[in-house]
Structure formats: C-alpha cells, structure tokens
C-alpha cells in the first residue's frame, strides 16, 4: 500500500448506528486531518493531530470523535449522527515543519462516502 | 485570516484550447498557495504548489500557475486542454506551516470534445 487509505470506501448507516472510519497513511507523516466535503461546500477541516496530538478542532458536534493511536493511523468514530451528516469524508496526511522540513502539502486518501439514512 | 475566491464555479473548454482557472486569495502573511485536483469519487491530488520561491510554478500534467503578489492571484492555467482534465479544480491557502489548510469553493473545469 501507498499513500494515504481509507476504509471503507462506502457505508450506509442508519441514525442509531456506531461506526468507525479508519484511515492510515504511508508515507511517514506525523500529521493528519479529517475534513468533510458536502455537495455545494467548501471542503471543512474537522480535525487535526500532529504528533499524535489534537491540536485543532473546529466546532464539530460531539457525534465525531476522532482517534489517533499512533502517526500512521487516525479514526474518526461516528455516533447518533443525522442525515445532514451525509458527506465524503476526506483524510490527509503532511510533515509537520515544527520538525524541520518545510514539505507542507498534505497528501489526500480517496475519502470514504457517508449515507445516514 | 487568510481566504480564498474562485471566481467561475464552472468553467467549460473545447479540447486543445487554454485553460485558466481564476484564484484570488487574502492572508496576513506570506501565504503558500497550492492547486489540486479531485476527479469524481477520487480523493484531492496535488497539482502544484507556491511556497515564497519562484513566482511562476510548474505543476503535473502540464498544468502551472503564476504567484501575483501585487494582485493577490494564483491563477491557473494550461496551454491545451485534454479530456481527462475533466474534474473540480480547488485552490487552497496557507499561512501556518500548512496545517491551516483554507479551501476554495472549486471550480469544476469541463472540457469539449
């Protein structure tokens, strides 16, 4: 594998379901985003973790929870989510600069495509 | 706070003609600029990217894009369009290192046969 991946690549869930999507990057980053694309919407930044920690968070509901265990990995747990919550939901991975590289762009997995029925 | 404008939400071109696709950004600093592309069901794919060296910057698949300052474009372009051009264009602004990544709405390029 390379790159960024995310699994899975489709799911259909229903408002009381508890799922996880997972996404792992291969590329030796240690920082990574979870964002959420609507139809008609700018791309949102949800989450960021750089060096295993969360260092943003940017107003969203308490229905995500993010996980990371480790630089390669990061979860975005899903919980009593609502149809408005039916989206692609991007992961990115970057090297973080405060360890001395200046090599920003962050790296995009193919998203995984959210129906809450 | 930094922001980005793309002017045209669609764009639509006959193959073998030129391409541009318009970006304006606002930052308080020296901003890096970057475009990437997202073709459908695909996830966002570096085209290019600004980051304070040469003004003018060459991306993948023929694709470059011209930092103006004093215009507070970056503007993107190519000399001849091809079919699989096809996809949503997103400029993006950064100020902090790229963890601040803001997106533009896209602009979703059509190209003629």
């Known amino acids: 594998e390379t790159g960024v991946t995310q699994t899975p690549r489709h799911l259909v869930m229903g408002m009381t379901n508890k799922k996880s999507l997972k996404c792992e990057q291969h590329l030796g980053h240690n920082a990574m985003y979870w964002y959420k694309q609507s139809a008609k919407k700018p791309l949102e930044l949800m989450f960021v973790y750089s060096l295993e920690e969360r260092v943003e968070n940017n107003s969203v509901p308490s229905r995500f929870s993010p996980e990371c265990p480790n630089s390669s990995h990061l979860f975005l747990h899903l919980h009593t989510l609502q149809p408005e919550d039916s989206a692609l939901y991007l992961c990115?991975?970057?090297?973080?600069?405060?360890?001395?590289?200046?090599?920003?762009?962050?790296?995009f997995g193919p998203g995984t495509r959210l129906t809450v029925l | 706070a930094q922001s980005v404008t793309q002017l045209d939400s669609h764009v639509s071109v006959s193959e073998g003609t030129p391409v541009l696709l318009r970006c304006n950004y606002s930052s308080s600093y020296s901003p890096s600029l970057f475009w990437y592309v997202q073709h459908p069901n695909k996830g966002l794919q570096l085209l290019l990217k600004?980051?304070?060296?040469?003004?003018l910057v060459k991306g993948i698949n023929g694709f470059e894009a011209e930092f103006k300052k004093s215009e507070t474009s970056f503007h993107l372009t190519k000399p001849s369009a091809h079919m699989s051009d096809a996809a949503e264009y997103f400029c993006?602004?950064?100020?902090?290192?790229?963890?601040?990544?803001?997106f533009g709405p896209g602009t979703r390029l059509s190209v003629l046969p």
């Open positions: 993006v602004v950064s100020e902090n290192y790229g963890q601040n990544f803001v």
């Open positions: 990115a991975s970057s090297q973080d600069p405060v360890s001395g590289n200046s090599y920003n762009e962050q790296f």
């Open positions: 600004y980051t304070s060296a040469a003004t």
